[in-house]
């Protein structure tokens, strides 16, 4: 099974593709896709857009995992993710693309062990869990990479 985690970002946007073959995690891609501070919002949603879209079409993960919008103390940034979180969703839908998202808490739980992990242990536990060489950064990677992982985690307790 293919997973493809995002954590959304109107200024970067982390994605990160993991396979599960058994018992085994491999990282298939992962990166994350940047818009200029100063562009407009339609034309850096756009561009948000038609990135994910060409890496569904050439990955065609079987599921895709976002984080849940949480509404924080900054209401603006939370508008601007949830307007990010959007296209992701169009994007998937368009794609064929089952969506699953999932609270910063059971990503961390899933990840780590524990539910109020910091960003550098979860960073650190997925290099370890992917075999990766350095944690994988910025941390809107590791959490990308981290939802994904959390969704294998899913699956396989499920049974589905």
């Given amino acids: 099974m293919l997973v493809m985690g995002v954590d959304p970002g109107a ?3 982390g994605y990160g593709l993991v396979r599960e073959d058994g018992q085994r995690l491999e990282t298939v891609a992962y990166g994350c896709i940047r818009t200029p501070a100063g562009q407009p919002l339609p034309s850096r949603l756009r ?4 990135a994910l879209k060409e890496l569904l079409q050439k990955y065609q993960p079987n599921a895709l995992a976002v984080e ?9 940034t939370a508008m601007m993710v949830g307007k990010v979180a959007g296209v992701v969703l169009l994007a998937a839908a368009e794609s064929d693309c089952p969506v699953f998202s999932y609270p910063p808490q059971v990503v ?3 990840v780590t062990g524990y539910g109020r992990a910091t960003k550098r242990q979860v960073q650190f ?3 370890e869990l992917l075999g990766l060489s350095a944690p994988p950064s910025p941390d809107d990677v590791a959490d990308a ?4 992982i959390c969704h294998l985690s899913q699956v396989v307790k ?3």
Avoid: T
């Fill in 11 to 13: 200024e970067r946007l």
């Fill in 47 to 50: 561009s948000l857009y038609r």
């Fill in 68 to 76: 849940e919008l949480f509404w924080g103390q900054n209401v603006r």
């Fill in 108 to 110: 961390k739980q899933a």
């Fill in 125 to 127: 536990v997925v290099k």
């Fill in 145 to 148: 990479l981290a939802l994904a």
């Fill in 158 to 160: 499920e049974g589905c």
